[in-house]
């Protein structure tokens, strides 16, 4: 699973112009859809109908009778060279073309373009791309993650099989690239960059902070100092800090209240805790959040 079939001593070469060509090659790279380069269509076990891959079968149903493709259930394939329906395996039974130069007999997933560098988690039990030797997978949060990450990262139980709180789109399967937040959670990378780009910077499930604000609560450090305010708005205010889970006392301020404890700025106005020594859990009040 997962190798290139080579052929074996008097297997017939094919010739294209000028170049002699392995049978295994005829034709790489040059058939597929959007998702991927194969020389083969699948037939969805759900309806029959033949389809270039599963992501396309998905995209034409979703307008009408919306149902998806499991990976695992598609059981024949037709080769595109040849025309010729045939049960899931890497080389055509009938003209002995390879239909994916990449091959994975668990996904019945095909590819030519093995620069994607595809390989198979069992694990995950799907077929990912980006290099074997560049991801680990992460029991606790039931994913594949970049080994940058390994012992560097908050784990939070099956993180990836959920929704991106975002565009809501499952993460677990997606062709789309995620980011791990600091927090744990996860999220699209690109909704991540349009979340920032319309200037929320906290994770939209827990509210911690997703980005290093440093500079930016230092900035507000010097307004905060820049502008005093009036007597009457002099006073001590209880905050909840969204990064830490601390209570803090700290002196009003219209723009912002920082927490004593980790200096951050993303917190949320609470009520005076019933134990001042901060051992019992204040409520908080969602109305007057200060988020950044």
């Known amino acids: 699973m997962g190798g290139a079939h080579f052929p074996g001593e008097g297997e017939v070469v094919a010739g294209e112009g000028d170049a002699v060509v392995p049978l295994r090659d005829v034709g790489k790279m040059e058939h597929g859809c959007e998702h991927y380069r194969r020389r083969c269509k699948i037939v969805a076990p759900c309806c029959g109908e033949v389809f270039a891959c599963r992501h396309c079968h998905n995209d034409a149903t979703a307008s009408g009778d919306r149902h998806t493709i499991c990976r695992q259930d598609v059981e024949k394939v037709v080769c595109l060279l040849c025309d010729t329906e045939q049960p899931v395996s890497q080389v055509c039974i009938n003209c002995g073309v ?24 069992y694990d995950c039990g799907i077929c990912r791309v980006g290099g074997k030797e560049n991801y680990f997978h992460c029991a606790k949060c039931g994913s594949c993650y970049a080994v940058a990450l390994r ?17 809501y789109e499952y993460l677990f399967d997606s062709l ?21 780009e319309h200037n929320k910077y906290t994770c939209p499930i827990c509210s911690k902070t997703a980005l290093d604000m440093t500079h930016h609560w230092a900035l507000l450090d010097q307004e905060i100092e820049a502008t005093i305010m009036p007597p009457v708005y002099r006073y001590k205010v209880w905050v909840l800090c969204n990064d830490c889970n601390k209570v803090s006392e700290v ?3 219209v ?7 980790c200096n951050s700025y993303n917190t949320r106005s609470t009520s005076r805790p019933a134990d001042l020594s901060g051992s019992s859990s204040p409520s908080t009040s969602d109305s007057s959040e200060n988020n950044p």
């Open 176 to 196: 789309k690239g995620t980011r791990v937040l600091d927090c744990g959670h996860t999220m699209h990378m690109e909704c991540f960059s349009e979340m920032v």
């Open 255 to 261: 723009i912002g209240h920082k927490c004593s404890h």
């Open 98 to 121: 390879n239909m994916g130069e990449y091959f994975c007999d668990v996904c019945k997933f095909y590819d030519d373009d093995t620069e994607k560098g595809q390989f198979h988690c």
């Open 151 to 167: 012992d560097n990262h908050q784990c939070v139980e099956n993180s990836m099989r959920q929704n991106c709180p975002i565009c």
């Open 251 to 253: 002196d009003f301020h």
